[in-house]
Structures are given as structure tokens and as C-alpha cells.
């Protein structure tokens, strides 16, 4: 099939347009992904909890305790990657469960600090996650 | 590995299916045909299987029984469709050197696509916020394969979560992960994979029927190039599904496929909430410019329907949606005019901001308005349905904004840019099927025909 010029142009530089776009993009996301990679720590969460997993059932219901500021941008981030790594375990923000996720960002001394909150230290494995029982 | 061969099951099954149980086998050319079998069949096998899934697991609390009923609709449909390969097919038509250009820029720009995904999949394999935080996280519960599932619903999870949204999507990474035993983020990445591939496949194959294979690759190219596109997919949204089965819907309705049209519809309303405000104006659309279609395509829209409808009414009924929580103050939000001057200039401005560089998406659809000219008047019942859809659309996102009670400001900025997306590849058909198509030009004696033609338009 052949097309006036007026058309086949048009044509052309509508694709011409597409590919520049796609390259384009291609540059900008790259870069992006290389100066952003993994921004919400998500495969760091899954090495930090991943004991947590093999030491809490599937069906438990979990507490959460944790030292960042309640509903800061962090606290929600770091809560919602602790969900997703420890499902199907629910996790709520409470103390009111039998077994306490404690997911901190600075050292301190967990035991007494469950201690304060009727909470006894279970296992603390370290980088911040701690496993608390609730004392009955 | 393995959730990734449950991905092709899901993909071959939908294939087959719509090969041999949907006349789309009908359709020519035949390279348009397989796209639109290819993209259309990957997307309904996703929807499909997702179903089978959800009620055989976390409803009827037998999940093996999904896999079973699955490989007996694909033995079937394989059976159907070697059956049906041995009738004679008509010699394909010889390709114009437009036309071969077009789909190597094609090829060019999904391997650009790729090679931009697979820097994402590297070093972002878990996707976005809400892949983890929303999507992904419920498939985890519903993957359990146990009682554990209903915790995908469960008002325990918190707002954030959105333990209310449908459920299509995540059944469909929970069916893959469930069936391989594994929680590989390699499902997640490569379903929003398949729904890229689709979405371009069923347009090009669409608008190639509708308009001839030049609009038809065209159609692909600008919608593969997106740059918010290529950005939402490793992302791992539900937002490039929907897209994918509202644009799939809408192209199988002008195409004259009303009940594969309403399941595709349906398919939106089960992948995310804007996608019941696409089904219900998308029925309307049709019952105003296609009254003869409206009941089957409510037939095929039917059965997912019901699953969406029992979901939200008896399973998720604790959790309280965006609307419903935005009901109380919604007249005086509704007649602030502040609100409707900051969601027109957030509408706008992210429209603006779709670009990349000094690359918009507009531009292509202009260099072809330019060169093709418009022609509303030969097609004006299939225009009017795309526009009157997208119309119905754009302003039911607008009005959601306008009575929101969550921080506007912060609605805005989380969600504009991926409504804009989904509403992307609608505006991309209504473009396209306002302009003139290239055969028109192509069976003219000279270049001066179509000057000849508005000139004799004018006369009259």
C-alpha cells in the first residue's frame, strides 16, 4: 500500500516520537531505580524477621511494640514491611496478644523494657527485632 | 520458577479458551487476530483462574480443587482448539514496508520496556508501597490455603491496607504462589508483566480491526511508549490490570463482542473500586448507544459480578470503603468551590506531568491528528460510546476527589498519576477513532484527493 508523502511522514514521526519517549523513559527509570533501590528496606525486612518466622505459627495473632514515632511515615512503613514479611501472622499495634513483635532502631535494654510493659523477652535476634511473651 | 509455569498455565488456558469457546477466531487481519487472542486470552486467563481460585480456596476452603478444575478447562480448551486448527485458513494479506517499520519499532520499544522493567525487578523486586503494603500482602494470607486467608479481609489489617479492595489481582499471585509452594517475587513482577503485554496486545489488535494496521500499530506504539506506563509496571499495582481490562472491554464492545466485552468488565470491577464506577458507566454507555448489546454483555459481566458483590456485601462488610467514609460532609465538600479549583489544577498538572523530558504522550496522537485529519462522522456511535465512557469516567474520578474526607492534598499526590493511567489507553482509542484511517488515503489516486474531498464536503 503506498500513501502520500503528507502520510507516510506523519506517520513516521508519530513512531519516531514513540521510540524517543521510550528511550527516554528507559534513561529516566534506570537512573531512578539505581539512586532509589529498595527505599522501603523490603528485602532487609525479610532478612531481619525471617527468624521471627520460623519461631511464631503461621496462625498467631502478634503484638507490636516498637521505639519510632507513632504514626510517622517510618513507623508505617516499618509496621506494613513487618506485616507483609510475617503473614499470614496479623500483626496489630498492641500489646494485648500472647506473642509481641518488638521491631526497634536503636539498642536498649529490651528485656527491661518488656519488663515495664508486662512483656517478657523471648529471644532477641538482633538488628532490632526482639520477641516478646505476654506474662500471664 | 515454579509460580512463574502457573503464570503460563493461567496464560495458555485463557488463550485456548478464547480461541475456541469466542468468535474472536473470526476476526482479520490474521496478526491482529492473534494479538487479540493473545492479549485478550492472557488477561481472561488471570481473571479466570484468579476466580477458580478465590472460591475454591478461601471460600470453599478447598484450594487443591482449583488446579484440578483449571487443567480440565485447559485439556479441554487444547482439545477444542486442535479440533478447530485443522479447518482451512485464508492466505494471509501481504504487509505493507509501513506497516513492517511500525512493528519493528514495536518490538523496539516493548525491548526498551524490558530493559527498563528488569533494572526495577533488580533492585526493586518487591515492588512499590502498595505492592507490598496492599496487593502482595493479602495474596500472602489468601496463599495460607487455610482459614488464614480471610485475613486478606480482615478489618484487623487497618486502613492503610485496604482490606476492602477486590481481590483479583491478589487471588491471582496467591494462586501462583500457593500451587509452586513458594512466595517467590518473581509472580508479582511478572503478572504486572503480562498485563503490560496484554494491554498492548488487545489495543494494537483492537484498533488494527477497527481502523487498519497502521492506526493499529500506531495505537501500540503510543501506548507502550507512556512513560507512567513504563513506570507503573515493575510498581506491581493493580492499576496496569485494570487499564488493561477497561481498554479490553471497551475495544471487544466496538469490535461487536458484548458478552466478552462484560466479562472483561467485570474483570475491572474485581481488580480495583474504579473499576465498578468503569463497569457501571460502561454498561450505561451501552445501553444508550448499543441498546441490542446491553443484555449479554450484562450476562457475561453476570458472574463476576456476584463474586465482587457477595465479597464486598458479606466478606469485607467490616471494613469501610473510601466512599462510604467520605459520605458524612459530602454536600458541603461537593459546593466548595477551593476543592474543585485544586482537583481541575491537579488534574491538569498531572496530565502535564505524564511527560518525561520533552517527551509527552500527546504527541504522537497530535503529529497523527495533523497528518490523518479527523472523521467523526462515518463511526460516530463507536466515538461517541469510547468518549462517553471516558467522559463518564473522568468526571466520576473528579467527583470522588471533590468528596473525599481524606487530606486532598495527599489524595491527590498518591493517586492522580495512576488515574490518569488507566484512563490513558481510553483517550488513546477515542483519538484514534476520530481520525481518518490510512486506507482511505491509500486508495486515493493522488495526494491531492483529500483536498479534493473537503472541498467537495464544503460545497455540499
Known amino acids: 500500500m503506498r500513501y502520500p508523502a503528507r502520510i507516510t511522514a506523519g506517520l513516521l514521526i508519530a513512531a519516531l516520537l514513540c521510540v524517543w519517549g521510550a528511550f527516554q523513559s528507559y534513561a529516566f527509570e534506570s537512573e531512578y531505580q539505581r539512586q532509589n533501590p529498595d527505599p522501603f528496606q523490603i528485602s532487609a525486612a525479610f532478612r531481619r524477621l525471617d527468624p521471627v518466622r520460623a519461631a511464631v505459627p503461621d496462625r498467631a495473632d502478634m503484638g507490636y511494640l516498637t521505639d519510632v514515632e507513632p504514626g510517622s511515615g517510618m513507623e508505617t512503613a516499618m509496621f506494613l514491611a513487618a506485616q507483609y514479611v510475617l503473614a499470614p501472622r496479623l500483626l496489630e499495634r498492641n500489646l494485648e496478644h500472647a506473642w509481641i513483635l518488638g521491631n526497634f532502631t536503636r539498642p536498649a535494654d529490651f528485656a527491661a523494657l518488656g519488663k515495664s510493659k508486662s512483656l517478657s523477652l523471648e529471644r532477641d535476634f538482633g538488628a532490632g527485632v526482639v520477641l516478646f511473651r505476654r506474662e500471664k | ?460
Open chain 2, 1 to 460: 520458577m515454579g509460580g512463574l509455569i502457573w503464570i503460563i498455565s493461567a496464560v495458555v488456558t485463557g488463550c485456548l479458551s478464547i480461541y475456541c469457546w469466542t468468535d474472536l477466531r473470526a476476526v482479520n487481519p490474521k496478526w491482529a487476530r492473534l494479538l487479540l487472542i493473545a492479549g485478550a486470552g492472557a488477561a481472561a486467563g488471570i481473571g479466570l483462574t484468579s476466580c477458580i481460585f478465590f472460591l475454591a480456596g478461601p471460600l470453599l476452603k478447598i484450594p487443591a480443587a482449583a488446579p484440578v478444575l483449571e487443567l480440565a478447562i485447559l485439556a479441554w480448551a487444547g482439545y477444542q482448539s486442535l479440533r478447530l486448527r485443522s479447518q482451512p485458513e485464508p492466505s494471509p494479506q501481504a504487509r505493507s514496508h509501513l506497516s513492517l517499520l511500525l512493528i519493528a519499532g514495536l518490538v523496539v520499544i516493548v525491548g526498551v520496556g524490558i530493559a527498563a522493567f528488569s533494572t526495577a525487578w533488580d533492585l526493586n523486586p518487591q515492588g512499590n508501597w502498595d505492592a507490598w503494603a496492599i496487593w502482595n500482602l493479602r495474596a500472602r494470607f489468601l496463599a495460607s490455603g487455610s482459614e488464614l486467608a480471610a485475613r486478606a479481609w480482615s478489618p484487623a489489617l487497618g486502613a492503610s491496607t485496604h482490606a476492602e479492595y477486590p481481590l483479583l489481582l491478589s487471588s491471582f499471585v496467591a494462586r501462583c504462589w500457593y500451587l509452586s509452594q513458594s512466595s517467590s517475587s518473581a509472580v508479582p513482577a511478572a503478572t504486572a508483566f503480562v498485563f503490560f503485554l496484554s494491554l498492548i496486545a488487545v489495543v494494537t489488535g483492537g484498533v488494527t480491526v477497527l481502523r487498519g494496521p497502521a492506526l493499529g500499530l500506531l495505537a501500540g506504539l503510543a501506548l507502550a511508549a507512556t512513560p507512567s506506563l513504563l513506570r507503573e509496571v515493575p510498581a506491581q499495582y493493580a492499576d496496569v490490570p485494570l487499564a488493561c481490562y477497561m481498554a479490553a472491554a471497551l475495544i471487544l464492545v466496538l469490535i461487536d463482542r458484548p458478552l466478552l466485552a462484560g466479562i472483561f468488565a467485570a474483570f475491572a470491577a474485581w481488580t480495583k473500586d474504579e473499576g465498578v464506577l468503569f463497569l457501571v458507566v460502561f454498561l450505561a454507555a451501552i445501553a444508550i448507544v448499543r441498546r441490542n448489546a446491553l443484555r449479554t454483555a450484562v450476562a457475561g459481566a453476570l458472574p463476576v459480578l456476584l463474586l465482587n458483590a457477595g465479597f464486598k456485601l458479606f466478606l469485607a462488610r467490616g471494613n469501610s470503603s473510601l466512599l462510604s467514609a467520605s459520605l458524612p460532609g459530602a454536600v458541603h465538600r461537593i459546593f466548595d468551590p477551593s476543592r474543585f479549583a485544586t482537583v481541575l489544577s491537579a488534574f491538569g498538572r498531572e496530565f502535564v506531568h505524564m511527560s518525561i523530558g520533552w517527551y509527552h504522550p500527546i504527541l504522537p496522537l497530535i503529529v497523527l491528528a495533523v497528518a490523518l485529519g479527523p472523521d467523526w462522522n462515518k463511526h460516530r456511535r463507536e466515538i461517541f460510546l469510547c468518549a462517553a465512557v471516558f467522559l463518564g469516567l473522568l468526571l466520576g474520578d473528579f467527583g470522588v476527589y471533590l468528596v473525599t474526607s481524606n487530606d486532598l492534598a495527599w489524595q491527590l499526590q498518591t493517586s492522580l498519576n495512576r488515574i490518569l493511567l488507566q484512563l490513558w489507553p481510553l483517550l488513546v482509542l477515542v483519538v484514534l477513532l476520530c481520525l481518518r484511517t490510512t486506507v482511505e488515503f491509500a486508495a486515493a489516486p493522488s495526494p491531492a484527493a483529500p483536498r479534493a474531498r473537503k472541498a467537495t464536503k464544503k460545497k455540499r
